[in-house]
Each structure stands twice: as structure tokens, then as C-alpha cells.
């Protein structure tokens, strides 16, 4: 049919790559980490080490973690000159927008870890993002709001540095809420890693080059703004309120079924999982203690996501598509009960997936047999044939 393989001996496609960092079974709805199943991680480990066990490939001893831990907290301030790009912005420039300009900046800032050929210039880049990127991303939000920035500190941890640069004032003390914390550290843990999703795929093109891995991960947290990828916590929690009632669930239910409706349910179907997500089946444990555990009885978005989870796998159309709920179904409703607005769940999202990114661009460049990624093509456009002069036309 005029379908032609650009073919070539020498080709040697990345369109797949090998991995020993995350499995997933989309048959099976199952997710794991170096071997370790997402729903242990989350109940029993906690983000850092998650982030310890994704770059080095085993859980860490007491003393590993301890280690790992302090050289995160010690890189966790950015450079001051960089407050200049914050305010090159609009104020009502989107938090997503900042994140990829200044992790892009970085690339002309931390000169001293970017020699990918440098293991321990590597290492250094991957922890000053895994370090930084919740102070950028609270950053990005204090500056969104009019907000003095807020500086990390090296008493208190990880989750509840971040939560604290985002919603401390100068003006009075500010106690992180443990409940909160240990909430925004699973959800960190939740949104790690993922295999070879398009985000992921975007930092391992990009770096396949030799590019300046700062603006690799610039590029990654592009793809992820996306509301067919780390945008749909944003764009589901906005369709959930757009709901506003479980009486209105039919008439989105029949908008998503519809061919001529762009309209698609936000934190539904995936490309990979034809089963539950397992993240999601976490995400809804957490969405109902949180809540209770803030005292926020009948949330009327948690009452709608369950009633409209329940109508769609009801639905033939959704079960023989497949399509259930997935990690960005319930993420919104607990990052909506903390307080952030929606304009910071895909910035959240970013923060979280920055160690999957960097432990994926680790593994890449350190293989010496790494070659220029250059997906494959299916040409279906014209044969050959000969210039026509204009006047012939
Ligand atoms: C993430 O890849 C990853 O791992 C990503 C991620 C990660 O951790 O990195 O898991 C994070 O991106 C999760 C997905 C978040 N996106 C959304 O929730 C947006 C809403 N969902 C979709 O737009 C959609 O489901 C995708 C983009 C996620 C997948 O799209 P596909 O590949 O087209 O889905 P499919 O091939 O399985 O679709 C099969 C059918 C299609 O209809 P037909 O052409 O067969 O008639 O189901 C339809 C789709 O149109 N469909 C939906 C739907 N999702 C798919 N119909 C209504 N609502 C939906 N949400």
C-alpha cells in the first residue's frame, strides 16, 4: 500500500530499551521498583530511600541511607544568582513553565556536573536535582503567588522541607503537620518511577546525544506538563469540580463515550495498564485517611470520584476498553486537601519523577555500548517522482 521501512543494516533502533530498574505487568496491574512491589514501598519505605534503591539497585543499610540522606539535605539551597530566573517570569506564569525554564538554567549554572563522562560528575547531578527540585518547585509557587521564597532547612525532612517552602510565611511559625507529611512523601514514592513512559523516553532521547543533562531533565518535565501524561492530575481534578455533583456523573460518562467528543475522563485508561494501576488502588487508601485523618468529612471531589470510578467500571465501553482508574484519578483530591492549587500537582508530579529520570539517565550513560537514539519510522508518504516547474503545475 506505498508503505515503506526506511530500512538501513547498520539501523540500530532504541524504539526499546533494556532496563533493570522498574517492571510493570499492565495485564497484571503490577509495578515494581528493582523487584520490590509499589504497594510494600509505599506502606513500608519512604521517598528517600525509594530514591536510594532506584539509583544503586538494593534498599540501603542504616548507615547507606544515612549518608545518602545528608548529602540530599546538604544540596537542597540553589545558587542565589538563580532567583534572577524566577523573576523573569510573569506572575501568572504556570508553576510548569517556571520548573522547565530554570532546571533548563541549571545547565548554565552547576558547570561542575555535567561531564556525563564523569561517574562522579554524574553522581553529583543526580543528587543536586533530586535535592533541588522541591525547592524550585515551591519556589515556583511562592513566586506564582506573590510570596517571599521560602529556604529549605537541614533539621526537618524531605516531605516536610517541601510543604513547609510552600506554605510557611515570614510572618509567623509554621509546624509542618505530620499527617501531611507523611502523605506528600508517599505520594513522592507513588510517582517515582514508571518505565519507559513518555516523559521518561523524552530525558533518555534527549540525553542519548550527550546533551547537558540539567537541560535533559528540562526536557522531561516538558513532556510531563502534557494532560495526556502529568497534566491529568491537574485536568482531572478540574473535571471532577467541573462535575461538581454525582448527578451530573451521566452526562460526562456520555461525553467520554462519544467519537465526535474530544472529551476523555481525566485519571483514566493508560497506555500500558489494562488492569487497575496500582498506584491508584494506594492513592485512594491515602485520598480516605487523609481526609478523615484532617477531619474533612463528605469532600463532595472525593464523593464524585468515587461515584464516577464506580459508573464508568460499570460501563461496558470502559470495561472492554480496559480502562481503569490510574495514578492521577485520586492525587488531586489529597493535594487539594493539603492546600496546594491545582497549578502545583503536575509540579508535584515533576518533583517526584525527577529520581525515575535521572536513575533511567544513569543507567543510559553508563552504557558504554549507548548509541543516538533514533526511533524507528513507518514511511507512508510519496514514492519517488520528478520536480514540476511552476508553470507546469
Ligand atoms: C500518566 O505511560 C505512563 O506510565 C504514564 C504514567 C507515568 O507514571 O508516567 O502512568 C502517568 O500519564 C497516566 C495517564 C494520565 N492521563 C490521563 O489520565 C488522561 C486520560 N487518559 C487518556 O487520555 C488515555 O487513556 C491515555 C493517554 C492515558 C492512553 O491513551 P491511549 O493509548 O489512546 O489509550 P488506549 O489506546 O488504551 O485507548 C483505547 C480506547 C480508545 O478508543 P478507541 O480508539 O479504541 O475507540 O479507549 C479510549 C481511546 O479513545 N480511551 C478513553 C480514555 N482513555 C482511552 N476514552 C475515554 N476516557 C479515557 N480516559
Redesign the pocket.
Known amino acids: 500500500q506505498g508503505k515503506v521501512f526506511t530500512y538501513d543494516p547498520g539501523f540500530t533502533s532504541t524504539a526499546a530499551c533494556e532496563s533493570t530498574i522498574t517492571f510493570i505487568d499492565g495485564g497484571k496491574g503490577e509495578l515494581l521498583h528493582r523487584g520490590y512491589p509499589i504497594d510494600q514501598l509505599a506502606e513500608k519505605s519512604h521517598y528517600l530511600e525509594v530514591c536510594y534503591l532506584l539509583l544503586y539497585g538494593e534498599l540501603p543499610s542504616a548507615a547507606q541511607l544515612e549518608d545518602f540522606e545528608s548529602r540530599v539535605t546538604n544540596h537542597t539551597m540553589l545558587h542565589e544568582q538563580m532567583m534572577n530566573f524566577f523573576r523573569g517570569f510573569r506572575r501568572d506564569a504556570h508553576p510548569m513553565a517556571v520548573m522547565t525554564g530554570v532546571v533548563g538554567a541549571m545547565s548554565a549554572f552547576y558547570h561542575d556536573s555535567t561531564d556525563i563522562h564523569d561517574p562522579w560528575q554524574r553522581e553529583v547531578a543526580s543528587i543536586r536535582l533530586i535535592a533541588k527540585m522541591p525547592t524550585i518547585a515551591a519556589m515556583a509557587y511562592k513566586y506564582t503567588i506573590g510570596q517571599p521564597f521560602v529556604y529549605p532547612r537541614n533539621d526537618i525532612d524531605y516531605a516536610s522541607n517541601f510543604l513547609r517552602m510552600c506554605f510557611a510565611v515570614p510572618a509567623e511559625d509554621y509546624q509542618v503537620n505530620p499527617i501531611l507529611a507523611r502523605a506528600m512523601d508517599r505520594i513522592f514514592t507513588l510517582?517515582a518511577d514508571?518505565?519507559q513512559?513518555?516523559?521518561?523516553s523524552t530525558v533518555r532521547l534527549a540525553s542519548s546525544s550527550g546533551a547537558n543533562p540539567f537541560a535533559c531533565i528540562a526536557a522531561g518535565i516538558a513532556c510531563l506538563w502534557g494532560?495526556?501524561?502529568?497534566g491529568?492530575n491537574q485536568?482531572?481534578l478540574e473535571m471532577l469540580q467541573e462535575i461538581g455533583t454525582v448527578d451530573r456523573i451521566p452526562e460526562f460518562i456520555a461525553r467520554?463515550?462519544d467519537?465526535d467528543d474530544p472529551f476523555?475522563?481525566?485519571?483514566?485508561?493508560?497506555?500500558?495498564y489494562k488492569n487497575f494501576?496500582p498506584r491508584a488502588k494506594v492513592m485512594k487508601q491515602s485520598a480516605d485517611e487523609v481526609l478523615d485523618l484532617l477531619g474533612i468529612e463528605n469532600n463532595p471531589t472525593l464523593q464524585v470520584a468515587k461515584e464516577l470510578e464506580a459508573a464508568a467500571l460499570a460501563d461496558p465501553y470502559f470495561t472492554e476498553?480496559?480502562?481503569f482508574p490510574?495514578?492521577?484519578f485520586y492525587s488531586g483530591i489529597i493535594l487539594e486537601a493539603m492546600g496546594f492549587p491545582t497549578s502545583m500537582f503536575t509540579p508535584i508530579f515533576a518533583l517526584s519523577?525527577t529520581v525515575g529520570w535521572i536513575s533511567q539517565w544513569k543507567e543510559m550513560i553508563g552504557d558504554p555500548t549507548m548509541k543516538i537514539g533514533r526511533p524507528r519510522q513507518l514511511y507512508t508518504g510519496e514514492t519517488l517522482r520528478d520536480y514540476v516547474d511552476i508553470e507546469d503545475r
Open positions: 510517582h514508571h518505565e513512559n513518555a516523559s521518561t494532560p495526556a501524561h502529568g491529568a485536568a482531572c467520554a463515550k467519537k476523555r475522563l481525566m485519571g483514566f485508561g493508560h497506555r500500558v494501576d476498553k480496559k480502562l490510574n495514578v492521577d519523577r
